[in-house]
T-cell receptor
């Protein structure tokens, strides 16, 4: 069963506007972590932000913030003041511990963001 | 500071051939993983390791073997290449503790004909 869902295959945003990329997840673990990564057209993978399941405050890193709603199992990425360089694929990922294995990190299918001048 | 180094960057294999994708990191990271990326499917975990001598299967392990004899190296072996293994392969590493994001290699684009 898919554990990370990103329902927006493609998104458009006007430059300087804010945009929210959706991510929902499924886990039975109490301790887990949520990540967002960016993949520009060059193909490299760039770590953006992390949220722990026990963190009481939403994570922020510069223009990136993570809207964490634990009861709804959602971890949306908010990018404020979009820039042309934000055009990329964005992946949500989760790190969870398995009952019989070490913790692993799995990724969602990604959302393609295009910033319009 | 090299980070995560993957070799080769490109490879073409014939069906049935075997090969090893190399991955090395110089950051003393305990945690290393291999992913494959296919269009529309994100990154799928093949195998991962939490330290030297310890490996485990991910979501799509069939057709691949790994070993971790040192902290630095985590090679991925394709036993008998199939066209379905045509993909971009990423190696990634991090410290084990929660909260540490991955450092990714630049990827290996593999085509099996």
């Amino acid at each position: 069963a898919q554990k990370i869902t990103q329902t927006q295959p493609g998104m458009f945003v006007q430059e300087k506007e804010a945009v929210t990329l959706d991510c929902t997840y499924d886990t039975s673990d109490q301790s887990y972590g949520l990540f967002w990564y960016k993949q520009p057209s060059s193909g490299e993978m760039i770590f953006l932000i992390y949220q722990g399941s026990y963190d009481e405050q939403n994570a922020t890193e510069g223009r990136y913030s993570l809207n964490f709603q634990k009861a709804r199992k959602s971890a949306n990425l908010v990018i404020s003041a979009s820039q042309l360089g934000d055009s990329a694929m964005y992946f949500c990922a989760m790190r969870e511990g398995g009952k019989t294995s070490y913790d692993k990190v799995i990724f969602g299918p990604g959302t393609s963001l295009s910033v319009i001048p | 500071n090299a980070g995560v180094t993957q070799t080769p960057k490109f490879q073409v294999l014939k069906t049935g051939q075997s090969m090893t994708l190399q991955c090395a990191q110089d950051m003393n990271h305990e945690y290393m993983s291999w992913y494959r990326q296919d269009p529309g499917m994100g990154l799928r975990l093949i195998h991962y390791s939490v330290g030297a001598g310890i490996t485990d299967q991910g979501e799509v392990p069939n057709g691949y073997n790994v070993s971790r004899s040192t902290t630095e190296d985590f090679p991925l072996r394709l036993l008998s290449a199939a066209p379905s293994q045509t993909s971009v392969y990423f190696c990634a590493s991090s410290y084990t503790a929660q909260g540490n994001g991955y450092t990714f290699g630049s990827g290996t684009r593999l085509t099996v004909v």
